[in-house]
């Protein structure tokens, strides 16, 4: 489970998150949709302890995320990332892509890294992909070859920034069938996203954020046909 | 001018010694690279991060290594910390100052390097549960290297030649072999003619395996 209690986060002067309460259930997929800016992104760094906070706390799985005496390295192991830019290692080929966490973080051996590797490269669709390196593939794939890499670690969680933003229009469907599978097998998945039919289709919960607050959360379908917030209302008028 | 007559047998003669003040020079290039680079990236690590120890110890010796001269640096080396009762032999004090030297000049390149990493490597690598150690390791180190590879030759051309100036504390590489062949004979034209293709040589052989070597390591695009 991961329980986000009045968090704040600023850069400097600049404040982006001002009191975010939010809590995934084991299981559980979360949309958080929001204008640019409002701070959703940063959210999820402040999950896996890329981003320090100033006020609150996050806890996953009982741990708290920003105490000084939490082994970070180990947490993130349980926490995938996916990034909006897909952040493919470009000197690896896509086999070592995947391997190699499991290998150095795990201490799995070659071998085992590399089957491990291959079975989450043929799980995304890439299973004819292992020798080639990430720039020479599209977006969309790239994207796969990232969630692979993510999921050969074997997290319980997934956050996943804006994971279709970047891609262009007719690559976005395999990538959310891709999250549609994993949602499929029960992965717990956190998801800033600016695609409302997505959302609404695979979360259980949608919150719709503001100003670094938290203007509405409910249930996906309800939050989307028939939002009770105003903001919410006029965001999604602007979107849909 | 005109009527300069050259004389080669002698120096053909000498040419056994002369390789041997060749190995010399490789050999301390060589040492000098190579600590160079790992001064270098520790420096330029260093230098980017935010810790201010770091940060100035990093900054004080590119200071100091770029903008002072490299003849200068071997004689602290050799007579400066002869002065303070530590008694490097030539080899050992040009080695030094040469690495000095090089890796000053190299922090610089490989931050520029590191520089044109975005973060979003630290940050993929970070998420994926890698140490700081691992991340430069695995993901930021390789893709440095790539990027400042052929500055980096530059340099180790530079370390050939700089080691010349051993000549002037005594060290055996082949200008000071040069130096000492020619006393002997005085064809000074000749031998330092020699010596100047056998530099030549030297430096083009480097940059002809760096191409090779290059083809070899980076398969990957970047």
Redesign the interface.
């Known amino acids: 489970m991961i329980q986000i209690q009045g968090v704040h986060k600023s850069f400097g002067a600049l404040k982006i998150l001002k009191g975010i309460d939010l809590e995934v259930n084991k299981g559980e997929v979360v949309s958080i949709i929001g204008g640019s800016g409002s701070g959703k992104s940063t959210l999820l760094y402040c999950i896996n302890g890329i981003e320090d906070i100033q006020k609150g706390r996050v806890l996953v799985d009982g741990v708290d995320v920003h105490d000084k005496s939490t082994n970070l390295n180990k947490l993130r192991q349980e926490i995938g990332m996916v990034f909006q830019q897909w952040n493919s290692f470009p000197h690896l080929t896509v086999l070592e892509n995947v391997s190699l966490a499991p290998r150095v973080v795990l201490g799995k051996n070659k071998k085992e890294a590399q089957e491990l590797a291959k079975h989450h490269l043929q799980h995304v669709g890439l299973g004819d992909k292992f020798d080639v390196f990430p720039t020479q593939m599209s977006g969309g794939q790239q994207q796969r070859l990232a969630i692979a890499r993510t999921l050969a670690m074997n997290p319980n969680y997934m956050l996943l920034d804006e994971i279709t933003s970047a891609l262009d229009p007719e690559l976005v469907g395999e990538v959310l069938d891709t999250l549609r599978l994993l949602r499929d097998e029960g992965m717990t998945m956190i998801c800033v996203t600016h695609e409302m039919a997505f959302a609404k289709e695979v979360s259980d919960q949608i919150a719709f954020v503001e100003e670094g607050i938290i203007e509405e959360i409910g249930e996906a379908k309800q939050v989307i046909e028939n939002p009770s917030n105003e903001k919410t209302k006029r965001f999604l008028s602007k979107v849909l | 001018m005109g009527d300069y007559e050259f004389h080669w047998l002698i120096v053909f003669q000498a040419f056994p010694q002369m390789l041997n003040g060749a190995f010399v020079t490789l050999h301390v290039a060589v040492f000098s690279m190579f600590s160079g680079i790992v001064f270098g990236v520790l420096l330029a690590i260093g230098k980017t991060s935010n810790l201010k120890i770091p940060k100035s110890i990093a900054s004080s010796w590119v200071e100091v290594a770029r903008n002072t001269p490299a003849l200068f640096q071997i004689y602290m080396a050799y007579f400066g910390l002869g002065a303070f009762g530590i008694h490097l032999s030539p080899y050992m004090a040009v080695l030094c100052a040469l690495t000095f030297v090089n890796s000053g000049y190299l922090t610089e390149t490989f931050r520029g390097g590191l520089q044109t990493i975005p973060r ?2 630290y ?2 690598s ?6 700081k150690f ?1 991340a430069y390791r ?2 930021i180190l ?2 440095m290297f ?1 990027r400042v590879y052929y500055p980096m030759t530059n340099q180790f051309i530079w370390s050939i030649l700089m080691s010349s100036l051993g000549i002037l504390v005594g060290m055996g590489e082949l200008s000071g072999e040069t130096q000492r062949l020619q006393s002997l004979s005085y064809r000074t034209l000749e031998f330092f003619i020699i010596a100047a293709a056998m530099y030549y040589v030297m430096t083009k052989f480097v940059l002809y395996s760096a191409d090779i070597m290059s083809r070899r390591l ?5």
């Open positions: 979003t490597q940050v993929a970070w998420s994926l549960g890698m140490t691992q695995y993901i390789p893709q790539r980076f398969k990957g695009e970047i």
